[in-house]
């Protein structure tokens, strides 16, 4: 009796190619996610009117927390799409956990137009701000827990230098850091933004000068 072999399970060779097939589209839905919520976020920009220069550059004044809101967020969004592809560049296969966390980064960075809106209103500062915190936080954290599993579940290609994940996570755990500590501070102040800034300066400056004094950072 003959058995067909129609359903046999495919060699190594072509589970390594399906894998990395499905890692380099993970990616590619990542740039295109986060090429959209840059779009978005342009297109959220308030348009100053006027009949007169004057005019247009008062109502531009008067928009200037808007258009402040959207630079910090172009920012938070190309790093994290540097950070992204820092480190997907070196992604050969994917997991049922990458992908999950994956598409919650991506809504995260797809929330961030509506939440740049949010964070530009007026009045209610604290809850526009703990929001929109909040919504930089999650990314974030997210973003943390993808690299994570990359190097948990040996995702990556051999030869990866081991402190691309280890100083990726830090980078961005400074980050979340100081949208975490921000949160409390804007019940104190409306520049609670510098912590945004602040935190991961500090950590920076840190990091100079234990490398200046020949002791790297764990």
Same mark, same amino acid.
Not at 6 to 15: I, N, Y
Not at 51 to 62: I, Q
Not at 63 to 81: D, G, K, N, Q, T
Not at 139 to 148: D, E, H, K, S, T
């Given at each position: 009796?003959?058995?067909?072999? *129609?359903? &046999?399970?495919?060699?190594? *060779? &072509?589970?390594?190619? +399906?894998?990395? =097939? ?8 990542? *740039?295109?996610?986060?090429? +959209?919520?840059?779009? !978005?976020?342009?297109? &959220? !920009?308030? =348009? ?6 004057? &005019? ?32 997907? %560049?070196?992604? $050969? /296969? ?20 509506? /939440? ?5 209103? *007026? ?27 990359? %190097?948990?579940?040996? !995702? ?13 996570? %830090? ?8 949208? !975490? ?7 104190? $102040? ?15 400056? =840190?990091? %100079? ?10």
């Amino acid at each position: 009796m003959n058995v067909s072999t *129609d359903h &046999e399970l495919p060699s190594q *060779d &072509e589970d390594m190619e +399906i894998r990395a =097939v499905s890692a380099e589209r993970l990616t590619f839905f990542g *740039d295109a996610v986060v090429a +959209i919520a840059l779009t !978005l976020l342009a297109l &959220e !920009l308030p =348009v100053p009117e006027g009949s007169t220069n004057s &005019e247009l550059w008062h109502s531009a004044s008067d928009h200037r927390e808007s258009y402040l809101a959207f630079m910090i967020s172009f920012v938070v969004i190309a790093a994290h799409w540097r950070s992204h592809h820092r480190v997907f %560049r070196h992604v $050969t /296969a994917t997991s049922g956990r990458l992908t999950t966390f994956s598409m919650y980064w991506l809504l995260m960075l797809v929330i961030t137009p509506f /939440a740049t809106d949010v964070i530009g209103g *007026d009045g209610a500062f604290q809850a526009r701000f703990v929001f929109y915190a909040g919504v930089q936080f999650a990314a974030c954290l997210l973003f943390i827990l993808m690299v994570a599993e990359v %190097r948990r579940a040996g !995702l990556s290609r051999t030869g990866t230098p081991p402190e691309l994940f280890s100083r990726t996570i %830090r980078g961005l755990g400074m980050v979340a850091a100081g949208f !975490l500590v921000s949160i409390p501070v804007s019940f104190l $102040t409306h520049w609670a933004y510098l912590c945004w800034i602040a935190v991961p300066a500090a950590d920076s400056l =840190v990091d %100079r000068i234990r490398s200046r004094s020949g002791h790297e950072p764990s």
